[in-house]
Nanobody
Framework: VQLQASGGGLVQAGGSLRLSCAAS????????MYWFRQAPGKEREFVAV????????NYADSVKGRFTISRDNTKNTVYLQMNSLKPEDTAVYYC?????????????????WGQGTQVTVSS
């Protein structure tokens, strides 16, 4: 599985962005899909996860109510809709795919990672 993230950019505080992560391969629905982020000088942190069917989601407390993760298994794509963005959301955002039980851990070895996409929120 190869993952290609896109949709990052520069936005003012309070604005919105939608990130996409397109996956190759025919087994996309077998994988839970994750978004993580890493700000300069900080460790990578969990943002959101969605199960293979899309029926289960989980969010970091810092983004709950502002971000929405979704997926379209017919398009092999996962999305992260980010609303009410704050300067502290500035980071490189990464998508990941994993076939194991859902997790929020940043320490586990996830099966596949995409390249990052930069999100910058100006105040």
């Amino acid at each position: 599985v190869q993952l290609q993230a896109s949709g990052g950019g520069l936005v003012q505080a309070g604005g919105s962005l939608r990130l996409s992560c397109a996956a190759s391969g025919r087994t996309f629905s077998r994988y839970a899909m994750y978004w993580f982020r890493q700000a300069p000088g900080k460790e990578r942190e969990f943002v959101a996860v969605i199960s293979g069917s899309g029926g289960s989601t989980n969010y970091a407390d810092s983004v709950k109510g502002r971000f929405t993760i979704s997926r379209d298994n017919t398009k092999n794509t996962v999305y992260l809709q980010m609303n009410s963005l704050k300067p502290e959301d500035t980071a490189v955002y990464y998508c990941a795919a994993d076939s194991k039980v859902l997790s929020t851990s940043t320490k586990r070895a996830y099966d596949y990672w995409g390249q990052g996409t930069q999100v910058t929120v100006s105040s």
